[in-house]
């Protein structure tokens, strides 16, 4: 039989749910945010939490909006459509802040203003869609159940015309992802334009002067091509030959890119070049460095490090492994993916 609680909803946590606490336990409640009292059912106990799912919103929060999406709640892309656009942005910045503190141990985390994206919806410049039994859409939250779509609120128009010709076609069994424009073979930031305001930051943040800059997990040469002529020497560090081929046809006259693993050609790069005058930017997957990477950065202490992250808990994992070595001089978060829980950020570290 159900356990039925009414909690008070007093922040949320990153991955999107609210946090109540009732009775000893912390309830963590999708689909809710600050303000919020609610009548939850209790999905899954365990020892000192239980996850939760709303059945009545006894008292709204005055941050609760309509959502855009008819699919919202039900598919498992999105999880901030209730909440008001400003504070969806100040709860991604203070997760980042909290999450450097549990998870890095950093007991003061020198936080900037995150990044607003100029459109919180219809930013999307590709969705993922799966096929199952001749349906299309995406899966539903905390399940693989199909949830059949028509239209994605935080996609672009050109994404969605795309996904209208894909329902109007015979349909087989996969998975297909669905751009505006030509894909392509290598991964690309989803979100154009806070991508733009995060290579602008970054130009902007890097030390001028600087002998090197090494672009570890380079992709297309997104960094490298633009922050060329700020450096004497650039090289990029790229395992998708795909990517590797673009960067190499836009690359320019001081910049070359390097086909293979960031864990095995970062040290020989490192070991041949002064680190006094070298920069360092990390733009690794969500599952962060691995522990070799951090390891030989903090053995061998570049003068600066970038850092940019799509999961704050693996950044703060690696930027705690190299406290010892370095000063953390700014956090800066992105939101790259509004109405989602994810979160973007970039670390600038200096050699201590």
Known sequence: MAEFVELQITDVAFGGAGVARHEGKVYFVPFTTPGDKVRAAVVKAHRKFCEASVIEILTASPDRVEPECEYFTRCGGCAYQHIAYARQLELKHRQVGQTLRRVGKFPEVPMRPIVAAPHPYAYRNRIRVHVQDGRAGFFAHRSHELIPIKQCAIAKPAVNDALHRMLRSPLRD?????????????????????ADALLALVEQTVHRGQALLIDAYAGAGFFSNRLAPLFGEVIGIEENEHAV????????ANERHLLGDVSVLLAEVLTAHPMGQTTVILDPPAT?????????????RPAEILYVSCN???LARDLGELRSTYRLESVT?????????????LAVLRAA
Not at 333 to 345: G, R, S
């Open 174 to 194: 996969g998975d297909y992802t669905l751009f505006g424009e030509d894909g392509e073979k290598f991964f690309t930031q989803t979100n154009d334009a806070v």
């Open 245 to 252: 081929s673009r960067a190499r046809n836009s690359a320019a």
């Open 288 to 300: 962060g460095l691995a522990p070799q990477v951090a390891g030989l950065l903090a053995m061998s």
């Open 312 to 314: 704050p808990a693996t």
């Open 333 to 345: 978060p992105l939101d790259m993916f509004p109405q989602t829980a994810e979160i973007e950020a």
